[in-house]
């Protein structure tokens, strides 16, 4: 018999609608099948849906299952964001005030709720690698590397390899090559690539982008939570301690907008979300 299961659709790291990164929310997913989750983030064909079930750990205000239309992860940044703002806005009751806290794959993750709405998650540790490939230029067909900083591979549960770049117009101009970069992605066993370069003028001082491999197709990910993560690490082991924001998405014709705040108690990812579907699915 068909059940019809609360669903939202949101659009995360914008202020406004259709500027930022989708993702689906299923609200109620404990009758679910693995098979059936698998099915339904096959179906939307979004870079992540996400699926929210009862905590099992005390300190949790839910669990949340993640998966791409290929595969499931164990974090991800923008689905955290999005489904921490669905659940606050459908009323879930938080067991801290000012603050969300999500059980998934890598542990427990903390959401801090700011005044104006915007979310924040704390990043998670991050093993940070050093990488050296002589397929790099010919993947992304570009030879304007910052050498002054190293290749890295950082794992936060997701993998993401980190390339600087000279400048934002070096990271916009990057054409990458199918065969090459699905090489690269292998050698460096990763779950995508961020170029990323500093931008001469505005609010932002990084443009980046995420460059992966779904289904075969090369494609791109308009604006990515754990790989904005993983590159707040990277730069903290560079000695970065000051705040920035990171434009995200222009090659896509997106505004994305990531806030990386530098604290006491961890490095925040933050950003604003809007809700764009609120119904049900039908399964």
């Not at 996400?50 to 689905?79: C, K, M, W």
């Not at 993401?160 to 699905?182: C, G, Q, R, T, Y």
């Not at 289904?215 to 308009?222: A, H, K, R, W, Y």
């Not at 590159?231 to 924001?245: E, I, K, V």
Request: hydrophobic share 45%; charged share 15%; net charge negative.
């Amino acid at each position: 018999m068909a059940q019809f299961i609360p669903f939202k659709q949101v659009d995360v790291f914008t202020r406004s609608a259709f500027n930022g990164n989708p993702l689906a929310v299923i609200m109620q997913a404990d009758g679910l099948s693995d098979r059936q989750m698998a099915d339904i983030a096959r179906w939307t064909n979004l870079s992540e849906t996400t699926f929210v079930l009862p905590a099992t750990e005390a300190d949790a205000d839910y669990r949340l299952r993640i998966f791409t239309p290929d595969y499931e992860l164990p974090f991800a940044g923008h689905p955290t964001l999005g489904t921490a703002h669905a659940l606050l806005e459908a009323g879930i009751e938080c067991k801290n005030p000012g603050k969300i806290v999500q059980q998934c794959g890598v542990g427990l993750v903390t959401i801090n709720i700011a005044d104006d709405g915007a979310l924040a998650f704390a990043a998670p540790a991050a093993t940070l690698t050093p990488f050296s490939d002589a397929l790099l230029a010919g993947a992304l067909n570009s030879d304007a590397f910052d050498h002054q900083q190293p290749v890295m591979v950082a794992d936060m549960g997701i993998r993401w390899l980190l390339v600087p770049m000279l400048s934002a117009e070096a990271v916009l101009a990057i054409k990458p090559n199918l065969a090459d970069f699905a090489q690269l992605m292998e050698h460096a066993d990763v779950n995508g690539v961020m170029p990323f370069g500093p931008l001469a003028e505005g609010d932002e001082q990084y443009e980046v982008r995420g460059l992966l491999i779904e289904q075969g197709s090369l494609t791109e990910d308009p604006v990515t939570g754990s790989a904005n993560a993983c590159l707040a690490r990277y730069l903290l082991a560079q000695g970065n301690t000051a705040d920035y924001q990171v434009r995200q998405g222009t090659a896509l014709q997106r505004n994305g907008r990531v806030q990386v705040n530098y604290q006491p108690d961890g490095i925040w990812i933050g950003g604003q979300t809007v809700t764009v579907i609120d119904g049900t699915i039908r399964v």
